[in-house]
């Protein structure tokens, strides 16, 4: 279980966004894309998502080469495999936590749902012990992020790809996502991250750096130094 890059570039219009970037993705380590605005993170987490084709190189997933899989392998790739945990949440404000983090509705005859004992156990891992029935909307920031590391626990998803994930949050919910996130690795998921979040990248096991010069941040192991955004 693996994401391959070979060298891979994104170009829009006459703007390079990435060039010549080569990685890989294993399971049961956190790997932190960092670099300033505008280095390309982001298209580099989409690209690694199969959620943005490349302009060149090769994306390899498990082995088989997915650079130009069609819609629905990359349905069957995210129903199956991977969660996105976004910046501004991904939720759905007026859903109550349960529905967020399971994406099942209760049956039409059951007024108040019944709430599993493995989406309580998801809750009470992030800090949401007994909120289950409660709307998102309700929550505060910190709590929605963590939300949303909850659902990609939940499905039990074997790459997880989040971005910005610490952004806008206060020390202690940055630390409480952080150990979140590796706990998912510890636990086999290869996990993936953007970030201008240095502490959170001093924690990734690799971390790549866009635009900059490899040394520029903390890292661990840096695991391509042609990787560059422009």
């Known amino acids: 279980m693996s994401i391959e890059v070979t060298d891979l570039a994104v170009t829009i219009g006459s703007h390079t966004i990435l060039d010549g970037v080569t990685l890989t993705c294993r399971p049961g380590e956190v790997l932190a894309l960092v670099g300033a ?20 190189g090769t994306i ?9 899989w069609g819609e629905r392998p990359r349905q069957r790739f995210w129903r199956d495999k991977a969660a996105f945990i976004y910046q501004d949440y991904g939720l759905i404000d007026e859903d109550s936590l349960a529905y967020n ?8 005859f059951r007024r108040r749902p019944r709430i599993s004992p493995r989406v309580e156990d998801t809750l009470a891992t ?3 012990a007994g909120r289950a029935l409660d709307r998102v909307s309700v ?8 939300a949303g590391v909850a659902r990609a626990l939940y499905k039990k998803a074997s790459y997880i790809f989040a971005d910005e994930p610490t ?4 020390a202690d919910n940055r630390h409480t996502v952080t150990r979140l996130l590796a706990k998912a690795a510890a636990d086999g998921a290869c996990v993936v991250i953007a970030t201008h979040d240095e502490e959170l990248a001093a924690h990734a096991d690799t971390a790549i750096t866009l635009g900059t010069a490899p040394d520029s941040l903390p890292e661990k192991r840096v695991e391509s130094e042609n990787a560059h955004g422009r």
Not at 43 to 56: D, E, F, I, K, S
Not at 60 to 68: K, L, W
């Open 60 to 68: 390899r997933v498990d082995g088989v080469d997915a650079t130009g």
């Open 139 to 146: 929550l505060s920031g910190g709590e929605k992020q963590r």
């Open 167 to 170: 952004a806008s949050l206060d």
């Open 37 to 56: 605005s505008g280095s390309g993170k982001t298209t580099l987490l989409n690209c690694l998502g199969l959620l943005q084709r490349p302009t060149r």
């Open 126 to 128: 992030v800090g949401l």
């Open 101 to 108: 983090v399971t994406l099942t509705q209760p049956g039409p």
